[in-house]
């Protein structure tokens, strides 16, 4: 592993972007995503950065005692490093930290990569949003982990 995880600034932004927009069929906006970056009491952003650049992100938003996935997404051409799991890491080391014990997020039906991710963490399928994704009708699925303290969470990284 050579990149590091740090919290995201408003210099990563474009960076960001560029990823999010070639990996999301319904991008954000670069204002929605500042909006987000600036509201640190509820929203925590992180980057990985390899070479003085971003190749992947993760948002979360803290609602009461639980924390809520709001994105992640990794540089095409560095997905399955490793990336997005060392993400997960930090981000649910930092949720124990505050004493969240509870994470949820929604994943697109069809994104089958996405959710072996979230299933090594212990995220088990809860219900459907149907017609979730704006774009493309897609259902997504709503995922729980009712307990980040578990032995286990985080795999074989951990
Ligand atoms: C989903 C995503 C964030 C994963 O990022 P990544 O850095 O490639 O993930 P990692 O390398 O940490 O791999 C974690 C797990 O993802 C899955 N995965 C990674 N690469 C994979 C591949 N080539 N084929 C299938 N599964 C793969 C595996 O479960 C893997 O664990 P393992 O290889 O140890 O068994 C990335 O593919 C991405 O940005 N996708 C587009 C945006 C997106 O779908 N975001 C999620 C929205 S809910």
Same mark, same amino acid.
């Given at each position: 592993m050579t990149w590091s995880i740090r919290l995201a600034e408003r210099r990563d932004a474009r960076e960001i972007m560029v990823i999010e927009e070639t990996r999301f069929p319904e991008p954000w906006s670069l204002g929605m995503l500042l909006d987000e970056m600036g509201n640190p009491a509820t929203r925590r952003y992180t980057v990985a950065i390899e070479d003085a650049h971003v190749i992947g992100y993760l948002g979360v938003m803290f609602v009461i005692d639980e /924390?809520?996935?709001n994105t992640i997404g990794v540089r095409h051409a560095d997905e !399955? *490093? !490793?990336v997005a799991r060392s993400l997960l890491d930090e @981000?649910? @080391?930092d949720a124990r930290a505050r004493g969240i014990r509870r994470a949820t997020l929604e994943v697109a039906a069809s994104? &089958? *990569?996405a959710q072996r991710l979230y299933f090594r963490y212990g995220f088990k399928?809860? !219900?459907v949003r149907k017609n979730y994704y704006e774009k493309t009708h897609e259902d997504a699925l709503v995922l729980w982990n009712d307990? /980040? &303290?578990a032995a286990g969470v985080g795999g074989p990284t951990l």
């Open positions: /924390l809520h996935v !399955g *490093r !490793g @981000a649910f @080391a994104n &089958t *990569r399928p809860v !219900g307990d /980040l &303290t």
